[in-house]
């Protein structure tokens, strides 16, 4: 009879013994998500090497690069614990996955190619409106030209690639599997490089064939070129939903942009977004940043350890949590209210979510886009540079992109991702939080507006009992103007509607 095997030592740290005295490359490493992802490795890993494809931006190379990028509250934590060298661990290569054979020189290319073990491809526009020349060169082709480096790595162990849950949008349930993509990715790729930006705007529409924008196409036909190596490389997709910030480490509620979800949570905290066309009883995905970067090292471990079991990850939750927009909306209301409101608050924050597109336009133009025109043309009149009518033409940008996910909905399938969950030890599950139990959303949403306030806005925690008496002047004057309004109104209906009536009797 054979014997049983022996338990799973639930103290053990499988992740720190796959990745120790390990080498990593990891594109996108100065956006959000990298940063987010080097800095855990960095802090509860032991690995040997971190190279990272930076390019060259706006004059600075890669080493000017390194201090702004890394020089960030993100990175206190680790530096406390290990001390400043840890970061001598990240090296800086010269490249760009938008350009011609990564824009490496052969010296770096070959060294990547030596030393390379693990390779992060998180490097991406998220732009939803991106030009689709930039697009297609950036998510597609260089994700195929990676997938060539990947092929010239003599240790490779894993490649892990990082796509999106909402890529493939004509399906309603997304599986845990390969979908085909919209396009021939290749066809596109050559279509783009032949073509011209004027060329290609003109017959966008046209190429999308009926996607809603670039990024869920370039994603899609991305995951396309990935699938045609699953026989031939150790790939692994990872399909994360909407990516908000941190939730628990090292900084709770920490971001670094103002895309998605923070952006309007910001932009009606100001009191500049007072309406949205949107079906409040209806939920969206959401993972905080720190989940989607433990879980990269916790799906990329798991093939080490399983094997190609599984090689399509959904990083999704509203299997387990579900919350509303209404929901969402009103936590965030309450805490901008009441805990932490913003400073130079433009207007009270209020409005609604409107089911009907056309109060929702009548809303925008009575309250957003009527308010900015006068303010912007006070401030031309005081020698001021006009603001608002900028501020409002983004936000209306943006209404485009979130209007579409906001009053459709998907659900996902990640079967293959829980079971894998059930293989974590205790440790792996302690040190690396791959679920939102015991989440407080409450709490959560002010851990990120404090957040913001301070990483994004500048607006120190000393500020708040200002804003806070700032907050009860607007809400005053908010009041009185809607008082005003109503006795105007009740005052117009009395002369123009009841006396013409009475007078006929």
């Given at each position: ?177 390969m979908y085909p993509p919209p ?87 100001k009191g500049v977004l007072r ?231």
């Amino acid at each position: 009879m054979a014997a049983s095997p022996e338990p799973l030592d639930q103290s053990r740290d499988r992740f720190y013994e796959t990745m120790k005295d390990r080498t990593l490359l990891i594109t996108g490493g100065t956006g959000f998500v990298g940063k987010v992802l080097i800095e855990k490795v960095l802090r509860v890993n032991d690995v040997k090497k971190i190279f990272i494809l930076v390019r060259t931006k706006k004059g600075k190379n890669p080493a000017e690069r390194f201090p702004e990028v890394f020089n960030n509250p993100l990175f206190d934590q680790v530096k406390k614990m290990k001390g400043e060298s840890v970061m001598k661990k990240i090296h800086l290569v010269a490249g760009d996955v938008a350009a011609p054979k990564l824009g490496l020189s052969d010296d770096d290319r070959a060294m990547l190619a030596e030393e390379t073990e693990f390779i992060f491809h998180g490097a991406a526009t998220i732009r939803f409106d991106e030009a689709l020349r930039t697009a297609v060169l950036l998510n597609v082709r260089g994700t195929k030209l990676m997938l060539e480096l990947a092929k010239e790595c003599k240790r490779l162990v894993v490649f892990c690639h990082l796509s999106t849950a909402y890529c493939h949008l004509n399906e309603r349930i997304l599986y845990e599997k390969m979908y085909p993509p919209p396009a021939d990715p290749e066809s596109v790729i050559r279509t783009c490089e032949m073509m011209s930006n004027e060329v290609i705007n003109s017959i966008t529409d046209k190429l999308l064939d009926g996607m809603p924008n670039t990024y869920a196409f370039t994603k899609a036909l991305g995951e396309g070129l990935v699938n045609e190596q699953m026989d031939k490389l150790p790939v692994i997709i990872l399909r994360p939903s909407v990516i908000m910030p941190i939730l628990k480490e090292p900084i709770p509620g920490w971001t670094d942009n103002l895309n998605g979800p923070m952006g309007l949570l910001i932009a009606a905290g100001k009191g500049v977004l007072r309406t949205m066309y949107c079906q409040g009883e209806a939920y969206a995905d959401y993972l905080p940043v720190d989940i989607v970067a433990n879980t990269m090292i916790a799906c990329v471990c798991d093939y080490v350890l399983f094997g190609a079991v599984r090689r399509v990850y959904n990083i999704t939750s509203s299997a387990e949590h579900k919350i509303t927009f209404e929901e969402m909306v009103t936590m965030g209301r309450e805490t901008v209210y009441k805990k932490i409101p913003f400073n130079g608050v433009f207007w009270y924050p209020g409005g609604s979510m409107k089911q009907s597109r056309f109060l929702h336009n009548l809303a925008f133009f009575m309250y957003q886009w009527l308010p900015a025109v006068i303010i912007d043309v006070l401030l031309v009149c005081l020698g001021y540079k006009p603001v608002l009518k900028r501020v409002q033409r983004r936000i209306h940008k943006g209404y485009e992109v979130f209007e579409y996910y906001a009053n459709r909905q998907w659900d996902f399938d990640n079967d293959a991702s829980m079971k894998a969950r059930g293989l974590l030890t205790a440790r792996e599950r302690e040190v690396y939080k791959v679920d939102g139990d015991g989440i407080k959303y409450e709490d959560y949403v002010e851990d990120c507006i404090r957040a913001s306030r301070k990483y994004i806005l500048g607006e120190s925690d000393e500020t708040i009992p200002a804003a806070k008496r700032h907050m009860l002047v607007m809400y005053c004057a908010d009041r009185i103007c809607k008082t005003l309004i109503i006795i105007g109104l009740i005052y117009l209906v009395w002369k123009f509607i009841f006396l013409p009536v009475l007078g006929v009797f």
